[in-house]
């Protein structure tokens, strides 16, 4: 590694190295770890009973032939919306041929249905060195028993 410093002279004490520690780092292969992962889809009918708003429209269309010199606005008459369809007739004059009567109701009702819930389940099989470490059942990961590291190393001390 790094030389050893030299000794450090004072007045009243010396230092003198007797024992260096060196390292020494080795490395070899290991047994790789092997994972099967299965996954599995289960389903379910679930009956779903809900309260739904639903909402018709009912349109009415009434022939008005009436001479106007602008185009009338769409208006509401309490729970109708009433829309004026024009074309124009000479310069300026505008004859309103028909007007759409749109009428909107709304009720609720009740609705039962069946519909499919899947859900996913994991299983982990870890295998290491032909041994084979089962995951639990619940879909989560059980690693296998740890291993020696590949690290290893040497003390050397000079003499």
Excluded: C
């Amino acid at each position: 590694m790094s030389d050893p410093t030299p000794p450090q002279h004072d007045d009243a004490t010396e230092t003198i190295p007797v024992a260096q520690e060196r390292l020494k780092v080795s490395k070899h292969e290991t047994e790789r770890l092997v994972a099967t992962i299965r996954l599995r889809t289960h389903q379910e009918e679930v009956p779903v009973r809900e309260t739904l708003r639903r909402e018709h429209v009912d349109i009415e269309r009434l022939p008005v032939d009436r001479i106007v010199d602008e185009p009338p606005a769409t208006r509401e008459e309490g729970d109708v919306t009433i829309i004026p369809i024009v074309e124009e007739v000479l310069v300026r004059r505008f004859r309103v041929v028909e007007e759409l009567h749109v009428r909107r109701r709304s009720d609720t009702v009740k609705v039962e249905e069946t519909v499919m819930l899947r859900r996913q389940d994991v299983q982990i099989d870890t295998a290491s060195a032909g041994r084979e470490t089962p995951a639990s059942s619940a879909g989560r990961e059980t690693p296998a028993s740890p291993e020696p590291g590949p690290l290893g190393h040497d003390d050397e001390v000079p003499t």
